[in-house]
């Protein structure tokens, strides 16, 4: 009898030894697949960045985009820049083919002070709310200069082209400008993963 009941007992024992064996695989496992996710998620967007963004040279371009960005230097020309002598100047081209330029707008109280693409692109879908913009192209020109690096927009104009993106359902390319070189992105989104959105106010 007290030779059963120690079988039975060292029978439970090692049951309990085998669950949790099973239990620290099937931990293990779970671990390496939540571990080989997060790495995928970096890759993911590591080749997304590389391949959406572009350094091309302004003369490999099509004529389209050619003119598009002589449109945008000649915009600079006429900022209104006192204050950092930076001028800036964007072109939007909207898909029925218009285009809209403008230009940063200084001011004395100098955080009222507007950079190119937001008075560009918010001056185009003030005139056209229907059309879809299609395309930025940015420059700038400093000492009288264009500027060798290619022009980026801050962070505020970045948000704004978020924003249109998600107003016409289509993405905003953007062709940020040097002298001779030029940084081509397809989306504006991919200049500003995790953009605040409409999706979480509502
Ligand atoms: N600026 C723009 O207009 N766009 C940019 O992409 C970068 C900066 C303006 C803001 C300010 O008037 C001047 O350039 C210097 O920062």
Redesign the pocket.
């Known amino acids: 009898m007290e030779a059963q009941m120690a079988n039975t007992l060292e029978q439970r024992r090692d049951d309990l030894r085998n669950t949790r064996k099973r239990n620290i695989k099937i931990e293990l496992v779970q671990f390496c697949i939540a571990l080989g996710l997060h790495y995928l998620c970096i890759l993911e967007f590591a080749l997304k960045y590389a391949m959406s963004i572009r350094r091309l040279e302004i003369k490999n371009l099509t004529k389209d985009r050619q003119s598009l960005v002589e449109l945008a230097r000649r915009a600079a020309l006429s ?1 209104y ?1 006192p ?2 002598g ?3 100047g ?1 072109a939007v081209l909207m898909s029925d083919g218009t285009v809209y330029t403008g ?4 001011n004395a109280a100098y955080g009222q ?7 560009a692109l918010l001056y185009a879908q003030a005139q056209k709310p229907g059309v879809a913009p299609e395309a930025v192209a ?1 420059a ?1 020109i400093e000492n009288g200069c264009l500027t060798t690096s290619p ?4 962070g505020a ?1 970045r948000q704004v082209f978020a924003e249109t993106e998600q107003r016409y359902g289509r993405p905003v390319e953007i062709l940020m400008t040097g002298e001779d070189v030029i940084l081509s992105a397809d989306s504006a989104s991919d200049l500003l993963p995790c953009a605040f959105s409409s999706d979480t106010i509502k």
């Open positions: 900022a820049a204050y950092s930076f001028k800036v964007a230009n940063n707008q200084e002070s507007v950079c190119a693409e937001r008075v940015i700038a022009v980026t927009p801050c104009c």
